[in-house]
C-alpha cells in the first residue's frame, strides 16, 4: 500500500481491528432455563446470554433440546453481543434460539444504552399496547378476561363434528358468538379456527359472522394450498389473520401477496423480534398490521411490549392469562408482576434499560420443568 | 347523525376548518419517551462550485442536551424545494423528543396526507438520518450497532465509476483496481437514445459494452447504468445482447414509473436488473418486489426517507431474495448514512459512490470537512465508522465556504430534432 492509502488509514474513525475480538461486548455464555407452570402445564424455555463483561439478556422460546443450545452456543460464543441483526440470521436453522437469542441480545444492547429496548429500536410509536387474552370460550373465562382488564378475547371455534358441516356448524359458531357478545358487550373477538376448519366451511364461517365484527378470523384453516385458502379471502370481508408456525417472511410475503391475510400473526417463540420487525416492514407496505402470536411466559410477553412500542404497524399483542392463581403467581415471581398486567384493555410500555425487567433466577429454579 | 358530526368525526373534508389536534398529542409520550427535546432545526443548502446543479441540502437538528444531529436530503436540481420543504417539517420536531423516530418518520409521511414523492421524501430522508444521528450518540452506539450489524465487520463492499472509455484506459484502470482492492465497477451506456433505435446506435452500446467487460477483464464486477434513457423496446434488445458478459446488473434499463415495462425487459433476459434510486419509501418498491422483476435494489438513502426507509427497503427485499446496492451520488453526509444500513442488511450486495479511483476536488472538501477521507475505500471496502451515531462531527463553520449558488436545473438535453431525451 502506497502512503496515501496509509494515511488514509490512519485518518479513518474505523473501528480498530474492526473484524477482531470485540472485547468487553464479545458472548460468553448461553443458558437454558426450561420452565413449566404448575396447573396449566404449559412449557417454555428462558435463556440467559452474559457478555464478558458481565451484561444479562434474556429471552425466551419454547423447548429447546440440549443439542440445539450447543449448537446456538457455538454460533455465538464470542461474537458482539450488539450484532444481533446478523447473529439473528445465522441461528435461524434453530428457529427457537433465533427468536430467544435475539431478544436476549436486544436485551444487552438496551442495557448497554441504558434506554427500554423499544427506544433502541426507534420508539415509542405508541404509549401502551392493546392485549389480547386467550381463553376458553366459557362464561366464566370471559369474566375473568374482563376482570384482569382485558377488553379482547380470541376465543376457540366450536369443534366442528365432521367434515362440511354447512349449516349446522355456523348455526353452532353463530350462537356461541352471539353469548359471548352478550356476556360481554365492552369485550371484541378473535375466533380461533386453530387450523381445523374444510376450506368450504372456513370461508362459510367468515362469511356468516361478517355482521358480528370479529376482530379478525384466526387460522381458519390449514395454510397448506394457497389458492384454496385465496378462496375465502376472496369471499368473506372478515378479516383473516395467519401465521403462528410462519418462520420465514417470504411465506407472509405469499400471503399478502396472494390477498390472503389481514393481520400477520408470527409467534415470538419462532421469530423474535428482529425477524418479527422484517416481516413487520413487509406488511406495512400491504398497509396490513401484526399481532405477535404469543403462549409462552412472561420474559417473552416484555419483549412482545417493546416490539409493539417499535413498530408503526402494531395492532394488538396477546398476553397469556392463566386461569389458575398458581401459573399466574409464577409468571409474577420469575419477570416481576407488572409486566403482564392489563388496564382497560392496554399493558404499560416497560421503561427499565433493555427488556425493562429483572429476571429472579431463583424463581426459575422453582419452576423448572 | 348530522352531517357535520360525521365529518368532524372522520376528519372528513378538505374545507373543514383547522383539525383539532389530538388532546394527547406530543404530551402522549411523556412517560414513555426520552427526556430530551429537540431545540431547533436547521437546513443548508452547499454549493460546492457556484454553479453547482447539485447543492447539498444539509439538516441539522439540535437539543436540549447538546447533542446534535446532521442528516443529508440533497436532491438533484431540487435543492430550494426540499429546502423548503424541510422547513415545513419544522412543527413536526421542534420541541418533540428526537429517539422516536419511527413515530416522527410516520408522522411526516402519514400527515402530509399526500404520501411522498422526491421533494418530501428527500425532506424526510434529511430529517431521519439527523435523528438516526442524536439516537446513536445518546444511546453511545454507532448507528449500524443499532440495526443489528455489521454483517460483515470489515466494512461494507463498494464500486467507484469507471471513467474509462479506451482499452488501454481501461487496462489502466483494472490494475489500479487490482492494486487498491477494488472488485466492482460500474458505468453507462454511451449518447442517447429513442424510442426505437437504428442498428448504429444499438451496436455502438453493445460494443461500448462488451469493451468494458473486456478491459476490466474477467474477474471485477462490471454494472452498467442504462440510466432510464432506454425505452423498453431498445432496453430489451440491449439487455439481451450482454448476457454473455455476466454483468452484475443493468440498472434502470427504462424509467420507474411503470413496473411492468421493466417487467417486460426483465423477463426476457437472464441479466439481472437493478433500480430503485428514484423510489420513495418502502410503497415505492412494493410492485417491484411483488412482482419480482429486479433482482437488486438501490433505494437512495437521501430521497427514499433516510435510514428509517432504506433499512425497510432491504427488509422487504430480502423476503422475496432481493439484494441492495443502494445509490448514492450526493454529499458526504447521505454516503456515511448509507454505510450504516449496509452494514447491517444481510441482503446488502455493493455500495455506490459517484467517485472514480482518484478522489477529485468534492473527495478533498468532503475530507476538509469530516477530517477523514469519507466514502474513500480501503482495500475495496469503505470503512465502518466507530463512533456514536452517524460518526462524524461537522461545524457550521466549515461548510460557510461553499455558499448556497442557488437551484439549477439538472443537465436538459435533446435529440436532433430537438425533442426531449433522457441523459
Not at chain 1, 390477498?259 to 406488511?283: F, Y
Not at chain 2, 427535546?37 to 437538528?61: A, E, H, Q, W
Request: a neutral charge.
Amino acid at each position: 500500500m502506497n502512503a496515501r492509502g496509509l494515511r488514509r488509514l490512519r485518518l479513518a474513525p474505523q473501528a480498530a481491528g474492526a473484524a477482531a475480538d470485540p472485547g468487553p461486548l464479545a458472548i460468553a455464555d448461553l443458558e437454558a432455563f426450561p420452565l413449566r407452570e404448575p396447573v396449566s402445564q404449559r412449557t417454555y424455555t428462558a435463556i440467559r446470554c452474559r457478555t464478558r463483561s458481565g451484561l444479562t439478556g434474556w429471552g425466551e422460546c419454547a423447548d429447546v433440546s440440549p443439542d440445539e443450545l450447543a449448537r446456538a452456543r457455538k454460533i455465538v460464543a464470542g461474537q458482539p453481543a450488539t450484532a444481533y441483526g446478523r447473529l439473528r440470521r445465522d441461528l435461524a436453522a434453530i428457529p427457537g434460539m433465533e427468536a430467544a437469542a435475539g431478544m436476549a441480545l436486544l436485551d444487552i444492547t438496551g442495557k448497554l444504552a441504558k434506554a427500554p429496548l423499544y427506544q433502541v429500536l426507534g420508539g415509542p410509536t405508541r404509549n401502551k399496547v392493546r392485549a389480547l387474552a386467550r381463553i376458553e370460550a366459557t362464561a366464566d373465562a370471559v369474566k375473568q378476561a374482563r376482570d384482569a382488564g382485558y377488553r379482547a378475547c380470541l376465543v376457540p371455534a366450536p369443534s366442528p363434528a365432521a367434515r362440511n358441516q354447512g349449516q349446522a356448524y355456523i348455526r353452532a359458531v353463530r350462537a356461541q358468538m352471539e353469548w359471548l357478545r352478550a356476556a360481554a358487550q365492552d369485550c371484541d373477538f378473535v375466533l380461533d379456527g386453530g387450523g381445523a376448519l374444510t376450506p368450504g366451511d372456513a370461508a362459510s364461517t367468515a362469511a356468516a359472522l361478517e355482521r358480528f365484527r370479529l376482530l379478525w378470523l384466526e387460522e381458519p384453516c390449514p395454510l397448506a394450498n394457497l389458492g384454496t385458502v385465496r378462496k375465502i379471502a376472496a369471499e368473506t370481508v372478515t378479516p383473516l389473520g395467519f401465521g403462528r408456525h410462519i418462520h420465514r417472511a417470504g411465506q407472509f410475503q405469499d400471503l399478502l401477496r396472494e390477498e390472503i391475510v389481514d393481520i400477520l400473526r408470527p409467534s415470538l417463540a419462532r421469530n423474535g423480534l428482529a425477524q418479527i420487525r422484517r416481516m413487520a416492514a413487509l406488511a406495512e407496505t400491504y398497509y396490513v398490521a401484526v399481532a405477535p402470536y404469543h403462549d409462552g411466559g412472561p420474559i417473552a410477553t416484555a419483549a412482545a411490549l417493546h416490539l409493539a412500542a417499535s413498530l408503526p404497524n402494531f395492532y394488538i399483542q396477546q398476553i397469556p392469562l392463566p386461569a389458575a392463581e398458581p401459573d399466574r403467581q409464577m409468571r409474577a415471581a420469575i419477570a416481576g408482576g407488572g409486566v403482564e398486567s392489563v388496564k382497560d384493555g392496554f399493558a404499560a410500555l416497560l421503561t427499565g434499560p433493555g427488556l425493562g425487567i429483572t429476571v429472579q433466577e431463583a424463581a426459575l429454579e422453582r419452576y423448572k420443568a | 347523525m348530522k352531517r357535520r358530526e360525521f365529518l368532524g368525526g372522520a376528519a372528513g373534508c378538505g374545507c373543514a376548518p383547522a383539525l383539532a389536534q389530538n388532546a394527547l398529542g406530543r404530551d402522549a409520550f411523556s412517560g414513555a419517551g426520552s427526556k430530551i427535546k429537540i431545540t431547533n432545526l436547521k437546513v443548508f443548502g452547499v454549493s460546492l462550485t457556484p454553479d453547482s446543479d447539485r447543492p447539498y441540502v444539509f439538516v441539522k437538528l439540535e437539543t436540549d442536551a447538546g447533542v446534535v444531529g446532521w442528516g443529508e436530503g440533497t436532491l438533484e436540481g431540487k435543492a430550494g424545494a426540499v429546502t423548503a420543504c424541510v422547513n415545513d417539517f419544522r412543527e413536526f420536531v421542534i420541541g418533540s423528543d428526537p429517539m422516536q423516530v419511527e413515530h416522527h418518520w410516520q408522522s411526516m409521511y402519514v400527515h402530509s396526507f399526500y404520501r411522498a414523492g422526491p421533494v418530501m421524501g428527500s425532506a424526510i430522508s434529511g430529517i431521519d438520518q439527523a435523528l438516526w444521528d442524536i439516537r446513536g450518540k445518546v444511546l453511545g452506539l454507532p448507528v449500524y450497532q443499532l440495526l443489528g450489524g455489521p454483517f460483515d465487520p470489515r466494512g461494507v463492499r463498494g464500486y467507484y465509476h469507471a471513467g474509462a472509455r479506451t482499452r488501454e484506459e481501461l487496462e489502466r484502470l483494472r490494475g489500479v483496481a487490482v492494486q487498491q482492492g477494488v472488485s466492482c465497477f460500474k458505468s453507462g451506456i454511451p449518447g442517447y437514445y429513442e424510442w426505437i433505435e437504428t442498428h448504429r446506435n444499438i451496436d455502438r452500446a453493445v460494443k461500448a459494452m462488451q469493451l468494458l467487460r473486456e478491459g476490466l477483464g474477467p474477474d471485477i464486477d462490471v454494472a452498467i447504468d442504462f440510466h432510464a434513457k432506454t425505452s423498453p423496446a431498445v432496453a430489451s434488445i440491449l439487455v439481451k445482447e450482454v448476457e454473455p458478459l455476466n454483468l452484475l446488473f443493468v440498472e434502470e434499463p427504462c424509467p420507474p414509473e411503470n413496473v411492468k415495462a421493466m417487467a417486460r425487459i426483465a423477463r426476457r433476459s437472464t441479466t439481472p436488473i437493478a433500480t430503485g434510486e428514484r423510489l420513495v419509501a418502502a410503497y415505492g418498491c412494493q410492485a417491484l418486489i411483488e412482482m419480482g422483476v429486479v433482482d437488486i435494489l438501490q433505494t437512495d438513502i437521501n430521497h427514499v426517507g433516510g435510514i428509517t426507509a432504506l433499512w425497510k427497503v432491504g427488509a422487504c427485499a430480502e423476503a422475496s431474495g432481493i439484494s441492495m446496492a443502494p445509490h448514492a451520488c450526493e454529499g458526504p453526509i447521505g454516503g456515511i448514512a448509507t454505510l450504516h444500513v449496509d452494514a447491517a442488511m444481510p441482503n446488502f450486495l455493493v455500495q455506490e459512490i459517484c467517485s472514480g479511483v482518484e478522489p477529485a476536488m468534492k473527495e478533498k472538501v468532503w475530507e476538509e470537512w469530516l477530517g477523514f477521507p469519507a466514502m474513500r475505500m480501503v482495500n475495496g471496502r469503505f470503512p465502518l465508522p466507530a463512533k456514536p451515531g452517524l460518526g462524524f462531527d461537522l461545524s457550521e463553520a466549515a461548510l460557510q465556504k461553499y455558499p448556497f449558488g442557488g437551484t439549477r436545473p439538472m443537465a436538459r438535453v435533446f435529440h436532433g430534432d430537438g425533442s426531449v431525451a433522457a441523459w
